[in-house]
């Protein structure tokens, strides 16, 4: 591309990366050339994308310069010249309106996202990356489900909160290091084990183990009820399995493989995946002793009836059980436990825990006794919390496990592309089609609103054509995807510099796809900050929109001009380029075809 002219450089930006970097770069020199003593870095800061039509906007008060507004305006405004970066300025009350030259924009973001995306393999493209995090370690934990239990859908939120937020880090530049820290130890192991012995089977573990060791789990618990020697029996296997009595241990380690070996599977079909499968059962007795020791002799200790319990109430903590009166560990104690062996086998810069906000208490509890332990590192733990969701069940009834919640969401979305014959028998493989788009309905209703706000999980709303949904997005993604395959006269494209796309230039759904496309490397970052999957989501709808607008007046087949139709193909394929790119950010496979 012809270079626009060099700019100065403010510090914390790329334009290499991001070229409205460099476009508010240049509107950032105009204001501080006519506003001294201005910066150009305090001005920059102030440049703010604009609402409805307006690139960029500036608020004028927020520099607290002396001096009336109005002047102010007028000192930026008087002596104004269009040049490469900015078109036109106008003054609106307490803000200047600016407006970018069309013809770079457009340009300038269509080469940036080619430079950073051709020649690389699917799903490679690096447009919208950054580098913040280079060198720095990142350990995330997320999903975290529990071996005999339910998988419910605060396991479901984890690992798709989790998932994007490990995609967001590597996107930053962040070495990270994803976690799945199963809930595989505790008195319910004791349960278990004695209820295998009256109801466990070999083949139904090996045929589905995740399942069989739920069904005895409840099984044994019933007879608890009724049979108080169950409990006692119980809490001897487990105080057996943590003295390390090798007996009492052999069957509980076919248990867990086989579990994760099924859970492998089913976060696969997720697109989801662990560098790393531990455990509570993978936590060393030593620092969760020490620990102990450490905030008995801080005076934070009283004994209970032989329990062990640590008072934070002066922190608004409250008080919570760190050792059990037979001298089993507890929650609790393994994640202090657990932390502390993270950051000596890792060294991380940051730690993230992706739990639901029910689990608020809990981890404030045990970040606050790392800090009393005086950790230097304990200020880099974080929780990334979520709220709740109502209602997760399947047309048979309440979902218990994960892949009863894929198999539902491949179900229903595949009823419902029934309904569409002609379309439905032109799919080449509709099973995994169906389930492709139903786990991104799930996704995206996951992912829409805040992480905080609690849902009603909704079959019908998440995986409908209209509105705001998953399946739409992936409709967007494939009808991008089909205009290759429709016009096989245009490609391959020729290289961008033999490409003219001064024809885009009055079009303005062409100038708002690539302004959209232009503000991705933004919406990134943003969400670096929020840690929210929601400005991702949003993102993708408002460019599957803006797109969607353009398909009748940027047409590519009947477009006589091949120059014309080939600088529309270029801005289609681009626009594709960067949907597929925010839609596996967001750990969705983007579809070909449906
Ligand atoms: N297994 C736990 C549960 O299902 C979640 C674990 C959360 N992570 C943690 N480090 N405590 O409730």
């Known amino acids: 591309m012809a270079s626009l002219p060099p700019l100065p450089s403010v510090p914390g930006t790329d334009p290499s990366a991001c070229i409205l970097d460099a476009f508010r770069t240049a509107i950032a020199q105009r204001v501080s050339d006519a506003l001294p003593p201005l910066t150009l870095e305090q001005a920059y800061s102030g440049v703010d994308y604009g609402k409805k039509g307006v690139d960029f906007t500036v608020a004028l008060p927020r520099f607290r310069l002396p001096g009336k507004v109005d002047e102010l305006a007028s000192k930026v405004i008087s002596n104004f010249q269009p040049d490469e970066y900015v078109a036109s300025v106008t003054h609106d009350k307490a803000f200047l309106h600016f407006q970018l030259n069309t013809s770079n924009l457009i340009r300038g973001v269509l080469h940036q996202v080619y430079d950073h995306t051709a020649n690389k393999p699917e799903g490679k493209s690096t447009y919208g990356t950054n580098t913040s995090g280079k060198g720095k370690k990142l350990v995330i934990e997320y999903s975290s489900p529990n071996i005999a239990k339910s998988f419910h859908v605060g396991h479901l939120r984890s690992t798709i909160i989790g998932a994007f937020l490990a995609n967001l880090y590597k996107a930053c530049g962040w070495d990270v290091v994803s ?6 130890w505790g008195t319910q192991f004791g349960m278990i084990a004695t209820g295998f012995e009256k109801y466990g089977s070999q083949e139904q573990l090996e045929k589905d183990a995740i399942k069989h060791l739920y069904d005895v789990y409840v099984q044994v618990n019933k007879d608890a009820e009724s049979d108080p020697s169950v409990k006692v029996q119980a809490a001897g296997w ?65 004994d209970e009836k032989g329990a062990k319990l640590v008072n934070l109430e002066k922190w608004k903590l409250g008080r919570a059980i760190l050792r059990k009166a037979d001298g089993t560990s507890i929650y609790l104690t393994r994640d202090i436990g657990g932390a502390i062996e993270r950051y000596e086998k890792f060294n991380f810069d940051k730690s993230i825990y992706v739990v639901s906000s029910q689990q608020d208490l809990h981890i404030a509890q045990f970040f606050k006794i790392l800090k009393l332990m005086e950790f230097p590192w304990a200020d880099r733990l974080e929780h990334v919390n979520y709220g709740l969701v109502q209602g ?28 569409n014959e002609e379309k439905y028998n032109a799919i080449e493989d509709p099973e995994t089609t169906s389930r492709e788009v139903g786990i991104t309905g799930v996704k995206i209703q996951d992912m829409a609103a805040k992480r905080i706000n609690n849902y009603t999980f909704n079959w019908d709303r ?52 690539v302004f959209l496309l232009g503000s991705y490397p933004d919406v990134v970052k943003v969400a670096m900050k929020t840690h929210e999957p929601s400005g991702v989501v949003t993102f993708a709808f408002r460019l599957a929109h803006a797109i969607s607008s353009a398909w009748e007046v940027l047409i590519v087949r009947g477009e006589e001009d091949l120059e014309k139709a080939r600088a529309r193909m270029w801005l289609y394929t681009t626009a594709r380029d960067v949907l597929a790119a925010s839609m596996r950010l967001l750990s969705i496979r983007p579809l070909e075809r449906m």
Do not use: C
């Not at 976690?179 to 595989?184: E, V």
């Open 179 to 184: 976690l799945n820290y199963l809930g595989d």
């Open 238 to 302: 487990f105080r057996r399995m943590e003295d390390g009595d090798e007996s009492a241990l052999v069957n509980w380690r076919v248990w867990r493989e086989l579990s994760v070996k099924k859970y492998i599977e089913e976060y696969d079909r997720l697109n989801v995946a662990f560098d790393v499968y531990t455990g509570e059962s993978d936590v060393g007795k030593d620092w969760q002793d020490k620990a102990l020791q450490r905030l008995d002799e801080m005076g934070l200790i009283s």
């Open 392 to 419: 997760m069940s399947t047309r048979k009834g309440t979902a218990v496990f994960l892949d009863q919640i894929i198999r539902e969401a491949q179900s229903v979305m595949h009823d419902q592309m029934k309904r």
């Open 462 to 513: 998440m995986l409908s054509f209209e509105g705001d949904t998953g399946p739409y997005l992936q409709y967007a993604h494939v009808r991008l995807a089909s205009i290759g395959r429709k016009n096989p006269h245009l490609l391959p494209l020729p290289h961008p510099s033999q490409l003219d796309t001064s024809s885009l230039d009055s079009f303005s759904h062409a100038r708002d796809i």
